[in-house]
């Protein structure tokens, strides 16, 4: 198991920044692919970025130039870059872990951190 803690959310103004952190503990950071995935009220929960541990990516059609995700393994964290913010980019944002391959889909990760809201004023 994988125990993950996200940090860095916050509020921002349309069009601002922020730099979600994810620390990880537990097992070889190296062997996880990582996730980020959000959820917004009444709303499921939605992928938007994915890495391995090679650092092969996949982004979510809504966040692609503009957001970045990237990873240290020599600190087993795996950040989210998020430019360009959006009012419909508030949400919980959370992080994932899964054995290896890159998944979009939150069935496919068994290990996830508690969440860091973000909020984005129009």
């Known amino acids: 198991q994988v125990q993950l803690v996200e940090s860095g959310g916050g509020l921002v103004q349309a069009g601002g920044s922020l730099r979600l952190s994810c620390a990880a503990s537990g097992r070889t950071f190296s062997n996880y692919a990582m996730g980020w995935f959000r959820q917004a009220p009444g709303k499921e929960r939605e992928f938007v970025a994915a890495i391995t541990s090679g650092g092969s990516t996949n982004y979510a059609g809504s966040v692609k130039g503009r957001f970045t995700i990237s990873r240290d393994n020599a600190k087993n964290t795996v950040y989210l870059q998020m430019n360009s913010l959006k009012p419909e980019d508030t949400a919980v944002y959370y992080c994932?872990?899964?054995?290896?391959?890159?998944?979009?889909?939150?069935?496919?990760?068994?290990?996830w951190g508690q969440g860091t809201q973000v909020t984005v004023s129009s």
């Open positions: 994932a872990a899964r054995p290896v391959f890159l998944k979009s889909t939150p069935n496919d990760y068994k290990d």
